[in-house]
Structure formats: C-alpha cells, structure tokens
C-alpha cells in the first residue's frame, strides 16, 4: 500500500466486498472526501478506453442486433469512416481504417504516446484542444496521418487517439442519443451503480474515448463483475450479448501480443492487448494507467475482481511497479479461494 501509493484497494468476489482499503493519509487520496472512502467518486484516466470498448459492444448490439461473433465482426471490419463523418478538409487517417484496427489500437495513424513530451507533444496538444473543448474530435483527428498502407495490420501503437474515434463511433452509431447518457440508462443501471458517473466531453459534448471518467470503487468493481460475467447483471440478465466480450477478450492469436521493441512493452511482465484491455497470465485487466491517477481492474480466471487506485505520478518506475502490483494480485486471488 505505501510502496505504490495505493489510495484504494478493493477485492470483490462472489459479488461480495472480501477485502476493501482506503488510505486517506495520502494528500492525492483526498482529492474526493467521504466516509472511510466510500461513496467517493475517483478520476480514471485510460480505464476509460475499457468502458469506452463495453459501450461500442452495446451499440453495435443495440443499433445493429448483432448477437454472434460473425455478426459483431461483420460490423467492426467495415472502416471507422463508415461511422464517423469528417466534418473538414482534409479527411482524417481513419478513413478506410477498420474499426476493429483502432480497437486493437492498431490504426496505422501517426501519434505519440509516450517517449515526446512537451507543449507540441499529441497528448498535451489533445488535452488542451479536446478536452479544452477548442475542437471536437473529428476535427482534431483531422490533422493526422497514416503511416501504413495495404492489407498488413500495421504494429501495435497506444493511441488515445484511436480510443476517442472509437468513442465517436459508438454515439455516431446511437442517433440521437448520447454515449453518456446510454451509459447510464443502460449499463450503469444495469450494473446496479450506487452512484451517478461523469465523463469529460469534446465540443460537440460527444464522451472523450480515452478519458476523464469518473465513478466511485464500488461502482468500477461493479462494472468489472460484470465485463467477468461476460454482459451479465447482478440478477442474470444478459445486457450485452456474451459473443461481444468473447471477440474484445480473447484476441487474435499472437498478433495481440506487445513485442519487446514497442515502446508500451514491458520486460517484467509482457502483455498482449485486447479491445482496450490488458492480458497478462491468463488473467485480464484495464489499463493501467500512465498518468497521475493509476487504475487497476484485474479480473482473473478464478473470478475475483479486484479494484485499485494509486498515485504513480508521472509513471516514474511504473514498469515496475505495474509487474510488482500484478504479483500482489496474483497473490490476493489465492488469498481469497
């Protein structure tokens, strides 16, 4: 808990709170006041790509009726255009990009992560014109370019960039409707969530992909209890058809995996990458992430869920502490057989 700076750590299993944690010693921990840490909301970063990827999940069975994984693919082959309209010259690098490519956050398109920081870097010039609403998202993915070409999918690249396009595809898919506002009538009451969700939004209020979301622990164990139970609420109600998480969970075979000469490798505990999830020892988890509030959902093969919230700053030995905290989860899970 001090080593990484854990403001939260919950382990649910059987739809019962086993363990729950919360150190209000730490000044990042008290950002959000409440009893014991209960019922207070917590900002996550790339955890939200997870959310984002259940929501696609949903509309396409909503507005589509896929129900089977040759239905689903059917939809997330035809390209993120086919969805997303540019709303200006110069059409963007995701036109002719298959929607399933950006949901493996192979897209092709040209963005910098990690590694380029600064004033000019894609994730500040994002922030400030995204999620400083100067543009909406179209309009900013506008400005960038492909770097691959042909049949090959290109090399894993972590975008948020691929994440907002694919948020943007999920409420274009919707109608009228908004993503956060299908999120909550559908999966968050669902869900059984004890406490309403905010999400940032773009200028044209469209939910930012990769993101600026907000929901209490409770609520983010609640919601990965049910990604575990494959779109299944607490009363056994199939919300999302169960062939969706079976294509965003278990990939494609070796070409999921992160290779050792990709900057988002880590040699301490090598990842595969699913439709914005994690895979590591058979295990499944959001992204951990690499900004100031660090998420953990961990769903493991033996079905506990486990929530936690740290503060890992700038990611400063992140690599590490991300393989060492997977080991005290590992060890967590056996703990509570």
């Given amino acids: 808990m001090d080593k990484a700076r854990v403001c939260a750590l919950l382990v649910l299993k059987s739809q019962k709170v086993r363990f729950y944690r919360f150190d209000s010693s730490n ?62 010259p110069p059409r963007s690098a995701y036109n002719g990009v298959p929607l399933d490519r950006a949901m493996r956050m192979r897209s092709g398109v040209i963005w910098r992560e990690n590694g380029w920081h600064g004033w000019f870097s894609d994730n500040e010039q994002f922030r400030r014109r995204v ?10 993915a506008s400005k960038y370019r492909g770097a691959a070409t042909g049949p090959e999918t290109p090399e894993f690249n972590y975008s948020a960039l691929d994440a907002a396009m694919a948020a943007v595809a999920a409420e274009a898919m919707l109608g009228n409707e908004r993503l956060t506002e299908f999120l909550e009538h559908g999966i968050w009451r669902a869900i059984g969530a004890e406490a309403p969700a905010s ?49 965003a969970t278990k990939g494609h075979s070796s070409i999921d995996a992160i290779l050792w000469d990709n900057p988002s490798f880590n040699p301490g505990c090598p990842l595969d990458y699913r439709y914005f999830l994690v895979a590591v020892s058979g295990s499944l988890g959001f992204h951990c992430d690499r900004t100031l509030r660090a998420v953990h959902s961990y769903l493991s093969r033996r079905r506990p869920v486990i929530v936690q919230i740290s503060d890992w700053g700038a990611w400063t030995n992140g690599d590490r502490l991300q393989c060492e905290t997977l080991k005290v989860h590992d060890a967590l899970v056996k703990a509570v057989r």
């Fill in 131 to 140: 999620r400083g609403k100067w543009e909406t998202v179209t309009e900013f």
């Fill in 199 to 247: 999400w940032g939004v773009d200028k044209a209020e469209t939910a930012i992909g990769p993101c600026c979301f907000r929901a209490t622990v409770r609520d983010l164990a609640r919601f990965g209890l049910f990604v575990l139970n494959k779109g299944r609420n607490a009363d056994g109600r199939q919300i999302i058809p169960s062939a969706w998480f079976d294509i």
């Fill in 27 to 88: 000044r990042f921990c008290q950002s959000d006041p409440g009893p014991n840490g209960w019922g207070s909301a917590s900002g996550i970063a790339s955890v939200t790509k997870s959310i984002t990827s259940t929501l696609l999940g949903h509309a396409i069975a909503s507005k589509f009726r896929a129900r089977t994984r040759g239905e689903f693919h059917a939809i997330l082959s035809k390209p993120v255009d086919r969805f997303v309209k540019d709303e200006q």
